[in-house]
């Protein structure tokens, strides 16, 4: 299972980036897909699922409405499209899926809202 984040960077307040994850590995449309982010010194935090045809999502709070998870299984992509960003959703995000038991992760993409 590879999974490999993109689309971080440094943004301002009420800015817009669009991360994205491309999966490798597994059969991706049969797994729900999830969002993380880890602020240093604090754990690892869930931000946004999706089912495995995209019907349902989930949010963490705080994010619904500003934030949105979608998947094309056909390129095997996940992507986190955040909009109105705020200072403290600085972090590094991560794309997630759980198979065979256990948890895998990407690298992480490093997002900074700062003025």
């Known amino acids: 299972v590879q999974l490999v984040e993109s689309g971080g960077g440094f943004v301002q307040p009420g800015g817009s980036l669009r991360l994205s994850c491309a999966a490798s590995g597994f059969v991706f449309d049969q797994y729900v897909m999830h969002w993380y982010r880890q602020v240093p010194g604090k754990q690892r935090e869930w931000v946004a699922s999706?089912?495995?045809?995209?019907?349902?999502?989930n949010y963490v709070d705080g994010v619904e409405g500003r934030f949105t998870i979608s998947r094309d299984n056909a390129q095997r992509t996940v992507d986190l499209q955040m909009n109105n960003l705020k200072l403290d959703n600085t972090a590094v995000y991560y794309c997630n899926t759980r198979a065979w038991s256990r948890d895998f992760w990407g690298q992480g993409t490093q997002v900074t809202v700062s003025a």
């Open positions: 999706i089912s495995q045809s995209g019907a349902t999502t």
